[in-house]
């Protein structure tokens, strides 16, 4: 019989190398690479004959069609993510930074459910039984029927949950913990993840329980490890914000059962996580709606959009060179604004000292952002607060020119969910209102439009 092939995976991307390499060229991340065995020892190994096919029944696209049944936790700002709560028989992975609050929310909803009189079992990977309890003491989820087990092994965690319990819902805390007796690889390998959660999903699909996997990100904002768990799912959920403050955004970015474009906003409290059903008060509240120099900016993370003031500062120099400071963008990007600026437009600040910051620590990459900063600082230098509830976004030129920006759809959706009610915006946007209903032209800036949300 054949040696098996040892191979080599990225522990990125899950690519499988024949050699070993510093960078993988799938997805070009440095040192990911490490052997492992791809087939994870289980079937079709060499030296195996395949079983004989068996002839499935085929079936046209026109017939029956059923809702899928949900469970619903009540909290509103999660099933509304969800596409109207958890669907029986898949898989949901929720992502997110370590410490950001998943094992909270999980354990927030494991109580709503089973106050609904739903079945749920809880297994954590990664704190003891007693660290759980404390935690549901202090949620108030302590008196519900909700079961608990600290468990890692794959093949422990399936014996226990095919022991009659029938759960409707059963959460994994988490799929990086998971670790299966199938499978040689080390724990938290891409194949020892992949194994744990093929398994877990075929437990769901078989008795029709709800899976909800949780998966920590890597500082890439990918889900730790494998990418490839994101594609074997129903539903990818990350659960994100800004540590330093108090503010949780639940975001779909995949979905088979449902949209992939909500949000739901919570805030994090020593009673664990409150509902926020107007966002925009909790951001609004801590920006300093009338100092004048601040923008919001209305962008993109990837598929993600977010919202981010830009502040900026516009004084006279003291000194015989103006300075210039920028946290959180492009310095160069800078520079070249404040020449058009001072080109096309007739804005002076050559004797003026610039300061530019991004609030609450966010690094903008995208061009969009060149309308904010642009406002900012004209809102700065001429001491005028810009409206409260305004969003800023659009790619300027070096021709003084604004051009359109991708994903203006989501850009606006989102700014009119967190409570935004005009956006400035390019003229020349495809996806404006075709009888520009809603949108006001600005006097003297023909390549910009207001947009007011809702008409
Ligand atoms: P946790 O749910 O453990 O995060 P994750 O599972 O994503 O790693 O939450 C961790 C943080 O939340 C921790 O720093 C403490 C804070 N927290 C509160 O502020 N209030 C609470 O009621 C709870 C339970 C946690
Ligand atoms: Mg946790």
């Known amino acids: ?113 089973s106050r609904r009189g739903h079945r749920i079992i809880y297994v954590s990977g990664e704190e003891a039984v007693a660290q759980v309890r404390l935690r549901a003491q202090r949620l108030g989820a302590a008196s519900t029927d909700v079961l608990l087990a600290a468990e890692t092994n794959v093949e422990d965690i399936l014996a226990t949950l095919a022991e009659g319990k029938r759960p409707d819902l059963v959460i994994i805390d988490s799929i990086q913990t998971l670790w299966s007796d199938i499978v040689d690889s080390a724990p938290g390998t891409v194949t020892q993840v992949r194994t744990g959660v093929q398994a877990m999903i075929r437990f769901a699909k078989q008795t029709g329980a709800a899976m909800v996997l949780v998966g920590h990100v890597t500082k890439e904002g990918q889900i730790a490890g494998p990418r490839v768990v994101e ?32 949000i739901g906003v919570f805030e994090m409290s020593d009673k664990g996580l409150r509902e926020v059903t107007n966002p925009s008060e909790l951001f609004l509240g801590e920006r300093n709606t009338k100092a004048p120099g601040a923008a919001v900016f209305a962008g993109m993370e990837g598929t993600r959009p977010v919202l981010v003031e830009v502040q900026a500062l516009v004084a006279p120099t003291s000194l015989g060179t103006a300075r210039r400071a920028v946290v959180g963008w492009d310095g160069s990007r800078l520079a070249m604004i404040l020449a058009v600026l001072e080109a096309h437009c007739g804005v002076r600040l050559g004797q003026h000292d610039v300061y530019l910051n991004v609030a609450g620590g966010y690094r903008i990459s995208e061009p969009a952002a060149d309308v904010a900063v642009a406002a900012a600082l004209v809102s700065s230098l001429t001491s005028t607060p810009l409206p409260v509830d305004s969003v800023f976004f659009g790619e300027v030129s070096l021709s003084g020119a604004v051009r359109p920006v991708s994903q203006t759809a989501q850009r606006l959706k989102e700014a009119e969910k967190l409570g935004f009610a005009r956006a400035t915006l390019p003229s020349s946007s495809a996806e404006l209102p075709k009888g520009r209903k809603g949108l006001t032209e600005i006097e003297g800036l023909p390549d910009l439009v207001v947009q007011i949300a809702g008409s």
């Not at 990818?236 to 992939?260: A, C, M, Q, S, W």
């Open 231 to 262: 594609h074997m799912v129903d539903a990818v959920l990350y659960f994100e914000g800004d540590r330093g403050h108090h503010y949780r955004i639940l975001r779909t970015v995949k979905n088979r059962f449902g949209p992939t474009d909500e």
């Open 1 to 113: 019989m054949a040696k098996a092939k040892t191979q080599f995976v990225c522990q990125n991307c899950g690519t499988v190398h024949t050699r070993w390499a510093g960078k993988c060229d799938g997805c070009g991340e440095w040192n990911t690479i490490i052997e492992d065995d791809p087939l994870g020892g289980i079937g079709g190994g060499p030296g195996k004959t395949p079983k004989k096919g068996r002839a499935v029944a085929l079936t046209t696209l026109s017939g029956e069609t059923e809702e899928a049944p949900r469970v619903q936790t009540g909290i509103s700002e999660l099933d509304r993510v969800t596409g109207g709560g958890f669907v029986r028989g898949s898989a949901v992975l929720v992502g997110g930074d370590p410490g950001i609050g998943k094992s909270t929310l999980l354990m927030q909803a494991a109580a709503a459910l």
